[in-house]
């Protein structure tokens, strides 16, 4: 059974960087899509950004530049990097993989990220 468990979420101020992980377990990950989303309150959930597993990256306009998405499919954990943080990017971010091979995707629990002063 995958399970994917999430942390570094926080409260940071406005300018401040934070740096989640997502460790998996329960399958051999690196052929899965691995990304982060978010959903803001009242908002849908929205794409973050995604890694492949030959390490192509998908990254949303508005966290373009400030995010850096990375995986370390000996650790079978993807990380996001948040720097240049706004009030705008808090959320809770959610962890995903997703198997191009069976077509399933798992979604972590969510971490809270707070970006206010």
């Known amino acids: 059974q995958v399970q994917l468990v999430e942390s570094g979420g926080g409260l940071v101020q406005p300018g401040g960087s934070l740096r989640l992980s997502c460790a998996a377990s329960g399958s051999t990950f690196n052929f899965y899509v691995m990304g982060w989303y978010r959903q803001a309150p009242g908002k849908q959930r929205e794409l973050v950004a995604h890694?492949?597993?030959?390490?192509?990256?998908t990254y949303a306009t508005s966290v373009k530049g400030r995010f850096t998405i990375s995986r370390d499919n000996a650790k079978n954990t993807v990380y996001l990097q948040m720097n240049s943080l706004k009030p705008e990017d808090a959320a809770v971010y959610y962890c995903?993989?997703?198997?191009?091979?069976?077509?399933?995707?798992?979604w972590g629990q969510g971490t809270q990220v707070t970006v206010s002063s």
């Open positions: 995903n993989v997703y198997s191009i091979a069976t077509h399933r995707g798992y």
């Open positions: 890694i492949t597993s030959g390490d192509s990256t």
